[in-house]
């Protein structure tokens, strides 16, 4: 089983901030996957095949990285980007990161 | 539209066996897959099994000796039967279709208390 690993675990970023999200893989994945959760809501698809945007995702949010190392980044925070943020791999037997929570400050 | 709705007893005895259903409307189950996550209350995402649109399953390793999952397609309905509960089973259990690339739409949850 591939372990997603996510830094940090939790982090504030005041509005207009550039924030990053780490996700290591344990082994090399094809592509990274991210999902943003609200409290008390359901996942959303987020960046798919590590760079993509889902339908509806600003374009303030962007994706990197290859083989065990990708990152997730908001060029500029804004109030309505406080969520919990997952990464996930399907390269193998399916995992989801342990998920990065970014409030507003 | 796409939707997914779960439902299920909301409240387990340990060791006994959980039964949710998935009822999906707005696409066959014989196109895309039906997948089941989890999350423990306050905690984060589990993988717990697929079944493919061809009919083939996947489980999660650590639950697969538990754990079925099956459909009905005339009835666009997905089933995920767990035994032998533990308190540690104790979660919201989403279902969610795979489009091929991700999990695109989900269910809303049910939360399934593992307790006596």
């Known amino acids: 089983e591939i372990v997603l690993t996510q830094s940090p675990t939790t982090m504030a970023a005041s509005p207009g901030e550039k924030v990053t999200i780490t996700c290591r893989a344990s082994s090399s994945v094809s592509y990274m996957y991210w999902y943003q959760q609200k409290s008390g809501a359901s996942p959303k698809p987020w960046i798919y095949e590590t760079s993509k945007l889902a339908s509806g995702v600003p374009d303030r949010f962007s994706g990197s990285g290859s083989g065990t190392s990708y990152s997730f980044t908001i060029s500029s925070m804004e109030t309505e980007d406080a969520a919990t943020y997952y990464c996930?791999?399907?390269?193998?037997?399916?995992?989801f990161g342990s998920g990065t929570k970014l409030e507003i400050k | 539209q796409v939707q997914l709705k779960e439902s299920g007893p909301g409240l387990v005895q340990p060791s006994q066996t959980l039964s949710l259903t998935c009822t999906v409307s707005g696409f066959s189950l014989t196109s895309n897959s039906v997948h089941w996550v989890r999350q423990p209350p306050g905690k984060g995402l589990e993988w717990v099994g697929a079944i493919w649109s061809g009919g083939s399953t996947d489980y999660n390793s650590a639950l697969k000796s538990r754990l079925s999952i099956s459909r009905d397609t005339s009835k666009s309905q997905v089933f995920l039967k767990m035994n032998s509960l533990q308190t540690e089973d104790t979660a919201i259990y989403f279902c969610?279709?795979?489009?091929?690339?991700?999990?695109?739409?989900w269910g809303q949850g049910v939360m399934v208390t593992v307790s006596s």
């Open positions: 996930h791999q399907w390269s193998s037997t399916l995992t």
């Open positions: 969610t279709r795979f489009n091929w690339y991700y999990f695109d739409y």
